[in-house]
């Protein structure tokens, strides 16, 4: 059974840094693509980034290009979003997701039937 548990959500200033975790278990890890989303009160789940399944392939939302790295360690079944220069506007929920199929990039249309953490709360102040 697949789990996902994301980590490292909190409170930060505007301009600072976070980074999420999210441990994976229940099937090998190193297979799959992962994906980082969020959900901001009253708004529906955006896609923030993506990792394809080497590691070898990422795209991220414009909204946190040039700010937001997603980065995986197949030894440790962990990918990472690392958050720098955040804004009021990050603030949100921050879901991982796993592609339900290998050697893919979880493409859109496969979003509905991929796995999903339960999300740890970014807030980010002025």
């Known amino acids: 059974q697949v789990q996902l548990v994301e980590s490292g959500g909190g409170l930060v200033q505007a301009g600072g840094s976070l980074r999420l975790s999210c441990a994976a278990s229940?099937?090998?890890?190193?297979?799959?693509?992962m994906g980082w989303f969020r959900q901001a009160p009253g708004k529906e789940r955006e896609f923030v980034a993506v990792i394809n399944w080497s590691g070898g392939i990422t795209n991220y939302a414009d909204s946190v290009k040039g700010r937001f790295t997603i980065s995986r360690d197949n030894a440790n079944n962990t990918v990472y979003l690392q958050m720098n220069s955040l804004k009021t506007e990050d603030t949100a929920i921050y879901y991982c997701?796993?592609?339900?199929?290998?050697?893919?990039?979880?493409?859109?249309?496969?979003?509905?039937?991929?796995?999903w953490g339960q999300g740890t709360q970014v807030t980010v102040s002025s």
């Open positions: 229940g099937r090998t890890f190193s297979l799959y693509a």
């Open positions: 997701a796993q592609d339900r199929k290998p050697y893919g990039s979880l493409p859109p249309d496969r979003y509905t039937t991929a796995y």
